[in-house]
Each structure stands twice: as structure tokens, then as C-alpha cells.
Nanobody, 113 residues
Framework: QVQLVESGGGLVQPGGSLRLSCAASGSIFSRTTMGWYRQAPGKQRELVATINPGSSTVYPESVKGRFTVSRDNAKKTVYLQINNLRPEDTAVYYC???????WGQGTQVTVSS
């Protein structure tokens, strides 16, 4: 059983930054590819970053240059740094274990002046 707990969301002004965290329980973290997704109101959930056990990362073009995913296997935590936040980044952000399909409860990010 794996539990994922996201944190770090909040209300931020356009142009600001946030670092989201996802703490995992269980023994599989260090060998699991992790993903960050987001879901805006009325929209489908979309992938914004993945990081494999060796810390290779993949991003969609829409967030490249602003989003950075990283991981600390000793802390069983994956991070998502988001810079230059835009109103369209407003969404609930979720972490996910790729393959074994566990999800966290999400953390709300709201970008507004």
C-alpha cells in the first residue's frame, strides 16, 4: 500500500513561484517513476512532469522552462517547482505513482492578483 500526500499549494500572484511536495509512504518509492498532474475546473487532468528513479525528467511543451520536478529518495519525496506562475496554472495538483497507479489527494494552486 502506498500513500501520497501533497502539500505546498496556495494563493500566489502572477509571476510568483511555488514548490509543491509529495511525500510517499511504502517501500517502492525509490524504484518508481513519479508523475505530477493537474486538473483545472471543467478540464481533464493533464500530466505536467514525470521523473524516473534515476531522476530523468519529462515535461510537456506547455510547461517546459517553468516547471522543474525533482526527487529525494531518502525522504521519499518528489517536488514540483513552478516559476513565473500564470492564471492558467490554477488547478489542483496531484502526484501519482506511474505504473502502480496511486494518487494523492491533491493540493490547490490558485494564481490570481
Amino acid at each position: 500500500q502506498v500513500q501520497l500526500v501533497e502539500s505546498g499549494g496556495g494563493l500566489v500572484q502572477p509571476g510568483g513561484s511555488l514548490r509543491l511536495s509529495c511525500a510517499a509512504s511504502g517501500s517502492i518509492f525509490s524504484r518508481t517513476t513519479m508523475g505530477w498532474y493537474r486538473q483545472a475546473p471543467g478540464k481533464q487532468r493533464e500530466l505536467v512532469a514525470t521523473i524516473n528513479p534515476g531522476s530523468s525528467t519529462v515535461y510537456p511543451e506547455s510547461v517546459k522552462g517553468r516547471f522543474t520536478v525533482s526527487r529525494d529518495n531518502a525522504k521519499k519525496t518528489v517536488y514540483l517547482q513552478i516559476n513565473n506562475l500564470r492564471p492558467e496554472d490554477t488547478a489542483v495538483y496531484y502526484c501519482h505513482t506511474v505504473g502502480s497507479d496511486y494518487w494523492g489527494q491533491g493540493t490547490q494552486v490558485t494564481v490570481s492578483s
